[in-house]
């Protein structure tokens, strides 16, 4: 079983130049003095906010901007697009009435990066 993931935690995109940091509204009203996430808190800019740099030819930015430059890679300002939730998340611990987010769980982009979680910002769940 993975660790919770709270406000704070570090996250990178295997597209990005830079990790980040994600964002938790105290929302859920969780009794802990760092605003515990769930799976849903995967809203772009909101709770995942950029990484830097997107190098990832599947975003339209990086596509055009590789493409003036005869195709040299040329990357671009990082837009998360996370539509989906994190998953598997830990179906054990429910946080607002959804799976927890724990370090283990991934978030798609629909720029074709994957979004891990670095440091979870707490210990271990029990569950």
Do not use: E, Y
Request: include cysteine; proline fraction near 12%; hydrophobic fraction near 45%.
């Amino acid at each position: 079983m993975g660790c919770q993931v709270c406000m704070g935690a570090t996250m990178q995109c295997t597209f990005g130049v830079a990790p980040s940091t994600l964002v938790v509204l105290p929302v859920n009203r969780v009794l802990t003095t760092t605003p515990a996430a769930n799976i849903m808190d995967n809203k772009p800019i909101v709770n995942v906010p950029p990484f830097g740099m997107c190098t990832s030819v599947a975003n339209p930015t990086v596509a055009a901007a590789t493409a003036a430059a005869l195709g040299v890679l040329t990357p671009m300002p990082c837009i998360p697009m996370t539509m989906a939730p994190w998953a598997p998340g830990n179906p054990k611990v429910l946080i607002g009435n959804m799976p927890a987010l724990d370090n283990m769980s991934k978030l798609m982009c629909n720029w074709g990066g994957v979004i891990s979680i670095l440091n979870p910002g707490q210990v271990k769940v029990q569950g």
